[in-house]
């Protein structure tokens, strides 16, 4: 996945052009543009490498130098870039500077593999800077116009979890975390972390308006929220679940069976 911008910024300059060499050689595009200029370079054999090396030769000493000049050189221009972004305002002035910055490691790769693979060959290191110079320019100036262009796109934020409907029937100062509801009368008492309520209702019509709180009707009088229960509580052969308020609500045998597969009991 493409990071984006902000990303960027915010990571080590070190990660940041780890990150860009890591896409540049897994990208099948940059793949098939870096195989294609080392296949044209090398037919072609510029600076007199048709001379120096045979078809074989002179497309490993031109692959060498395309692939590791252009991943290394496009890393430097990118933490260049995206360093500069909020200190020059001018693209072209951040061109200038990335293409400064990114010409030194395309340089460094050119020259050494020159000096390696024709040993008796004299490059004039000016020359070879100047046209690395040039193209780092291109690819600066390119990676600067496809970042002006490039749609922004909105970082997903999720949405707040709907709050249960049942909490709608409380005062607004007793609305807050589901913990359970109990039988009173012919009253449900709808109880939260910050209260509770007396709400004229059947059970089964509350528990239908609990929405997506994960609960479990343990008795026939008391629902109960699972991230709600502390502990089980086990006395003269009966159960009932201690809540994180302290509140202990009895499990019925009827209700045991769902109580295991909710994993509330053993």
Not at 162 to 180: C, Y
Not at 247 to 257: A, I
Request: a positive charge; glycine letters at 6%.
């Amino acid at each position: 996945m493409r990071k984006t911008k902000a990303q960027y910024v915010n990571e080590p300059p070190l990660h940041s052009a780890l990150r860009e060499m890591q896409a540049s050689l897994t990208s099948p595009r940059a793949l098939t543009g870096m195989a294609a200029a080392s296949l044209v370079l090398a037919i072609s054999g510029p600076f007199d490498t048709l001379n120096q090396f045979e078809l074989p030769g002179r497309l490993l000493y031109w692959l060498a130098i395309v692939v590791l000049s252009f991943v290394s050189s496009r890393a430097v221009a990118r933490v260049t870039l995206t360093a500069l972004a909020g200190r020059i305002q001018h693209p072209l002035q951040r061109v200038v500077v990335a293409a400064l910055a990114s010409s030194v490691p395309a340089w460094i790769v050119a020259y050494g593999v020159t000096l390696v693979a024709s040993p008796g060959v004299q490059v004039p290191p000016l020359r070879l800077w100047f046209y690395c110079l040039v193209v780092s320019g291109a690819m600066a100036a390119m990676m600067v116009v496809m970042a002006r262009t490039e749609p922004v796109v909105p970082i997903a934020v999720p949405a707040a979890p709907e709050p249960p409907p049942i909490l709608e029937r409380l005062p607004h100062p007793q609305r807050g975390k589901l913990l359970h509801l109990s039988v009173s009368d012919h009253y449900v008492d709808v109880v939260t972390d910050k209260g509770h309520g007396l709400v004229l209702m059947r059970l089964s019509d509350a528990m239908r308006e609990t929405g997506d709180v994960a609960g479990l009707q343990i008795h026939r009088g008391h629902w109960v929220a699972l991230d709600a229960v502390r502990q089980v509580v086990r006395a003269n052969g009966k159960v009932a679940l201690e809540l994180h308020n302290g509140t202990r609500l009895p499990v019925s045998r009827s209700f045991m069976p769902a109580a295991k597969a909710a994993g509330l009991l053993i």
